[in-house]
Structure formats: structure tokens, C-alpha cells
């Protein structure tokens, strides 16, 4: 059985910095791209970064560009959200997810694996 899970999400400052961690069991995901959602109240869930299975191409939204760094370790079967200089906007639950095939995208039909998500809340 496939199943994502994610950690490190918390309650921090404004400027403050958190990694986000997804593991990753029930198969091997390293020929697949991978990806971290975020959904606010009231929201629909949005991409905020995706990385394809070589982990050397990357999509960032425009909101999180410069702040926010995807990575994976493919020997681990995790991928990561190093997340800096956060602010209060930032505020949602975040989800990791598996894609469809190796390219990265920032579709949300084109995954079909879903974490349960982790709170990461910034307060100003």
C-alpha cells in the first residue's frame, strides 16, 4: 500500500524558516516526479514547488520563487520543502504528492499519490 507522509510543519514567526519532510513507502518512487501542495481556508489546493525524478529540474509558483527550495534523495524515497523567510501568507496545510510520470509539473491531475498533509502556520 502506497502511503506519503509528511513532517515538520509547526507554528513559526514571520522570517522564520521550516523543512518540510515527505517520506515516502509501498513502492519506489524514483522514476517519478514529486511535488508540495499547500491549501489555505477557504482555498483550493495550489502547487507551490515541483521537482522531476533526476531532482535537477524544478517549478516554484511565483509567490514562493527565492524563498522556498524542493529537493529529493531518491535513495530515501523523500522529498523536501526547505521554506525561508516565510510569512503569515504562507499559513496552510501543505501536501506532498506523487506524479503521474517523470516530469515535473504543477498540475494537480497530474499526481496521483496524496500525503495527508502537515499545518504550517506563521504568525506576524
Known amino acids: 500500500q502506497v502511503q506519503l507522509v509528511e513532517s515538520g510543519g509547526g507554528l513559526v514567526q514571520a522570517g522564520g524558516s521550516l523543512r518540510l519532510s515527505c517520506a515516502a513507502s509501498g513502492r519506489t518512487f524514483s522514476a517519478y516526479a514529486m511535488a508540495w501542495f499547500r491549501q489555505a481556508p477557504g482555498g483550493e489546493r495550489a502547487a507551490v514547488a515541483s521537482?522531476?525524478?533526476?531532482?535537477?529540474?524544478?517549478n516554484y509558483a511565483d509567490s514562493v520563487k527565492g524563498r522556498f527550495t524542493i529537493s529529493r534523495d531518491n535513495a530515501k524515497n523523500t522529498v523536501y520543502l526547505q521554506m525561508n523567510s516565510l510569512k503569515p501568507e504562507d499559513t496552510a496545510v501543505y501536501y506532498c504528492?506523487?506524479?503521474?510520470?517523470?516530469?515535473?509539473?504543477?498540475?494537480?491531475?497530474?499526481?496521483?499519490?496524496w500525503g495527508q498533509g502537515t499545518q504550517v502556520t506563521v504568525s506576524s
Open positions: 521537482i522531476a525524478w533526476h531532482g535537477t529540474s524544478t
Open positions: 504528492a506523487v506524479a503521474r510520470g517523470s516530469v515535473a509539473t504543477m498540475v494537480n491531475n497530474q499526481y496521483r499519490y
